[in-house]
C-alpha cells in the first residue's frame, strides 16, 4: 500500500478524534458552540488567530505566488505585521464591547453599535458571501495537497468530499472547540514543517539561501524585485493596505476575539504574531527553490511549486507527513468559518427575521446548517478555477468594506449613522461585485487614469467608493431616527454602559 496514503490517513483519523473529544465535559449552548464561552487563554486564541496565517493560502499560495511571481508575494509577509500592530488596540477595544455585552458574532457588534438588527443582516449576508471564496479556497487547497501527496491514488474530488465530511461532523458537534483543539496539531507540525522545507530545499539544491537567490536573479534578473506593471508598487502598497485594513474584518476573527478571557490575552498575542509572521519567509524559500527545479507550472498549477518539489526530493512517509500538514491547514480555519457563519445566519438572519425564537433553537439550527453551508461551498469548489492567492483577495475585497463603519463605531462620538453605514457598505460591495462579474481593472474602469492609479488594488477603489457613500448618507440622515433595537428579548445580549 501507498506509504503516503497511509500517513495521510492516520493524520485525518487523529483530526477527528480531536475535533470530536473537544465536546467532552461541556454542556454546549451557542455561546459556548461559538466563542467556547469566553474561556480561552492565550494559547488558544493564539491557535486561533493563527489560523490565519497558516491556511492553505499560505501553504500553497505564498510559495506559489512567489513561485509565479518573485518579489510581489512579499505583500503576504507586510499586511499581517501591519495588521498585528493595528490589533494591539483595536482587539481590546471590540473585546470590551463584546464582553459587557454578551456577544457572540461580528454582527452582533454592529447591531448592537448601531442599534439596528436590519444593519446585522446585512452584516451578517456580507460576511458569509465573503467567507464562501475563503472556504472554497480551504476545499481547494486541501484537494490539491492529498491529491498530490497521496501520489494520485486519492483524487481532487474524493480529497473534497471526504475532508468537508469530516470538518462538517467535528464543526457541528464540537464548534470552535474542535477548531481550537485541531489547531493545536496543527501548529506544531506547520512549524515543524516549513522552517525543515525552507532551510533543507535551498540547501539541498542551491548549496544555501544566498546561492538559490542568486541563481533566480541570473535566470530572470529583476523577478525577485516588483518587475511587471500589474503587480508593481501601486499594487503592492494598495495590496498591503486593503489587506491590513481587512484582515480583522473576518467575522471568524469576531469569533475568535470573543473567545478570549482577558483583553490581555489580545495584546500578548499582538506582541508575539509578528515574530510568529517570519516563518512564512521559509514558505516562501520553497517557492524560489521551485523555480529553477519544477519549472513549467502555469496559472493555477503554479499552487502545486511546494509539493512537486517535496515530492521529487523525499520519501513518501515524508510527504504523506507534508499531506497531513497541509490537510490540517485546510480544515482548521475551514472550521471557523463554518461556525461562524452557521452561527451569524442562525442568531443575526433567521432569529431577527423570527423573534420569539429560543436560544436552543438557535444553537440547533446554526448546528443544522453547517452541512447546508458545506455542501453549498462543496458545488461553488467544483465548478471554481481561480487561484487560491486570487481567491483570498476576492474575500478580502468584501469583508473589508466593513471597515469603516466598525472604526467610527470605535470613537468616543460617532459620526455615521446607521443608513450611512449601511450605504457604504452596499456601494462597497456592489463596486467589487460588478468588478468580479464584469472582469473589469481599475485601468479598464476608469481609462484616464495614470499607469500607477490603474494598477490600483480594486478593493481599494471600493473601500474609497464606500467611505463616501458612508459620509454623504451620514451627512443627510444625521437627525434621522436610528433603527429599533433587536425584538428577540429571548436572545437579547445584557446591555450596559454607553456606546
Sequence with gaps: MNVALVVLGAGLVVALALGLRARRGREMNLEEWSVGGRSFGVVFVF????????????????????????????????????????????????????????????????????NSRNLGILVSLIGVVAMVPYLILQLKGMAIIVAETSYGAVSQTTAIIIGTVVLTAYVMVSGIHGAAWTAVLKDILILAVAIFLGIYLPWHYYGGITPMFRSVQEMDPGFLTLHTPKLGVSWFI????????????????????????????????????????????????????AVLKVPGLKGTDSDLALLRLSRDTFAPWFVGLIGVTGMLTALVPGSML?????????????????PGTSPKTVLRLAQLLVPVLAAITLLLTFGG??????????????????????????????????????????????????????????GSLLPFLPQWAATLNVGIIALVANVVALAVVSTFTKGARRSAAPSNPSLEPVRGGTR
Design 385 to 442: 478555477g481561480s487561484t487560491i492567492v486570487a481567491l483570498l483577495l476576492l474575500g478580502y475585497a468584501f469583508v473589508t468594506q466593513l471597515f469603516p463603519a466598525l472604526i467610527a463605531s470605535l470613537l468616543p462620538r460617532n459620526p455615521v449613522t446607521t443608513w450611512g453605514a449601511a450605504a457604504g457598505m452596499v456601494v462597497g460591495v456592489a463596486v467589487v461585485s460588478y468588478v468580479i462579474i464584469a472582469k473589469r481593472s481599475v
Design 238 to 289: 494598495s495590496t498591503v493596505l486593503l489587506t491590513s485594513l481587512g484582515f480583522y474584518m473576518w467575522p471568524h476573527f469576531f469569533g475568535a476575539t470573543f473567545s478570549a478571557k482577558h483583553e490581555r490575552v489580545l495584546r500578548r498575542n499582538a506582541v508575539i504574531f509578528p515574530l510568529y509572521q517570519l516563518v512564512l519567509l521559509f514558505i516562501f524559500f520553497v517557492g524560489f527553490a
Design 338 to 354: 463554518l461556525t461562524t457563519s452557521a452561527t451569524m445566519l442562525a442568531k443575526n438572519v433567521y432569529a431577527e427575521l423570527r
Design 47 to 114: 491557535l486561533l488567530l493563527a489560523g490565519e496565517i497558516y491556511t492553505t493560502f499560505t501553504f500553497l499560495g505564498g510559495s506559489g505566488f512567489s513561485y509565479a511571481n518573485g518579489g510581489p508575494a512579499l505583500y503576504i509577509l507586510a499586511y499581517g505585521c501591519l495588521a498585528y500592530v493595528m490589533s494591539y488596540w483595536l482587539l481590546p477595544a471590540i473585546w470590551r464591547y463584546a464582553q459587557r455585552e454578551k456577544l457572540v458574532s461580528q454582527a452582533d457588534f454592529f447591531t448592537r453599535k448601531y
